[in-house]
């Protein structure tokens, strides 16, 4: 699987201020992990996004927003967004300022 370079430039630049941002290539995507954390990543033309497990089905109604059913089952906190959701910078940024909102609070995996 490919992701979209265009987006993961998009994405990029609204995390460039940051120096906490790594790059990892997961779930046959491009992830963008902060603070060692998985934080937004993008798989084919989507972005694949982290969010609060507690809330995040209140965004489920937003356009081009799906949950994230990678193994076939839901993933509570995960979302898929398609092209519809990010048509603009400022859709764009609701979803990574949304993931970033998340991180703090987010689990670090475990080192093997």
Request: charged share 35%.
């Amino acid at each position: 699987m490919a992701f979209n370079d265009a987006l993961s430039d998009k994405v990029r630049e609204l995390l460039a201020d940051r120096d906490d941002v790594t790059e990892m290539k997961m779930f046959g995507g491009l992830c963008f992990m902060v603070d060692q954390k998985m934080c937004i990543g993008i798989v084919k033309d989507e972005l694949m996004c982290r969010l609060n497990p507690e809330t995040y089905e209140s965004v489920l109604d937003r356009p081009g927003c799906r949950e994230m059913d990678f193994t076939g089952k839901r993933m509570k906190g995960f979302v898929y967004v398609d092209e519809s959701g990010f048509n603009s910078q400022k859709d764009l940024a609701f979803w990574v300022d949304l993931c970033l909102e998340f991180n703090p609070l987010a689990k670090a995996s475990k080192k093997k």
